[in-house]
């Protein structure tokens, strides 16, 4: 099988890179507790900044699971 990169993210089209982000957990069978934590240093630019500012007084072991945390990205 091919190795499939993690998609990056700059702020635009969220939808469409949670659904890819969706696609390659499955694809690498990614555990739960790990995914945001993957996610973030795929994070570019707008997607950056807001990541660092709405997580500002978390530390890295506090982080919201993978669905709560798309639901911040979507609002």
């Known amino acids: ?23 390659y957990f499955t694809i690498d069978n990614t555990l739960e507790d790990v995914k ?3 996610a973030i240093i795929h994070l570019e630019g707008k997607a950056l900044h807001w ?14 699971s993978w669905t709560k945390y798309t639901q911040r990205l979507i609002d």
């Open 1 to 23: 099988m091919a190795r499939i990169d993690f998609p990056r993210f700059n702020g635009e089209n969220v939808n469409q890179w949670i659904y890819q982000c969706k696609t």
């Open 36 to 38: 945001v934590r993957i």
């Open 51 to 64: 990541h660092i500012a709405s997580t500002k007084t978390m530390n890295v072991d506090s982080l919201p």
